[in-house]
Nanobody, 121 residues
Framework: VQLQASGGGLVQAGGSLILSCAAS????????MAWYRQAPGSQRELVAH???????NYADSVKGRFTISRDNAKNTVYLQMNSLKPEDTAVYYC????????????????WGQGTLVTVSS
């Protein structure tokens, strides 16, 4: 399973970006998808999480500004980021919890390669 993220870049404070991450490979189902981020010198942190069914969850620091969504037909997760702040600068990683066709009862975690978001003040 491969996760290909795109959409990062340089934006001024107050601006917007949308990240996308497409999953490909031989799997049965993607149960949950999420976006994490890691700023220089910091640990990787959860930004937003979206299950196959149920409610989405957000880090307190992005609530009201970021929106996570998914297109199950395209096996793609999106992160709409509005009102960006310099402290949002980080490498953003997509994540998927996947059930493979060979091991349907087992969930496996996969990570994308990361995309850099830089917010200038």
């Amino acid at each position: 399973v491969q996760l290909q993220a795109s959409g990062g870049g340089l934006v001024q404070a107050g601006g917007s970006l949308i990240l996308s991450c497409a999953a490909s490979g031989n799997f049965w189902r993607i149960d949950a998808m999420a976006w994490y981020r890691q700023a220089p010198g910091s640990q990787r942190e959860l930004v937003a999480h979206i299950p196959l069914r149920g409610t989405t969850n957000y880090a307190d620091s992005v609530k009201g500004r970021f929106t996570i969504s998914r297109d199950n037909a395209k096996n793609t997760v999106y992160l709409q980021m509005n009102s960006l702040k310099p402290e949002d600068t980080a490498v953003y990683y997509c994540y998927a919890k996947v059930r493979l066709k060979a091991t349907v009862l087992q969930q496996t975690d996969y990570w994308g390669q990361g995309t850099l978001v830089t917010v200038s003040s």
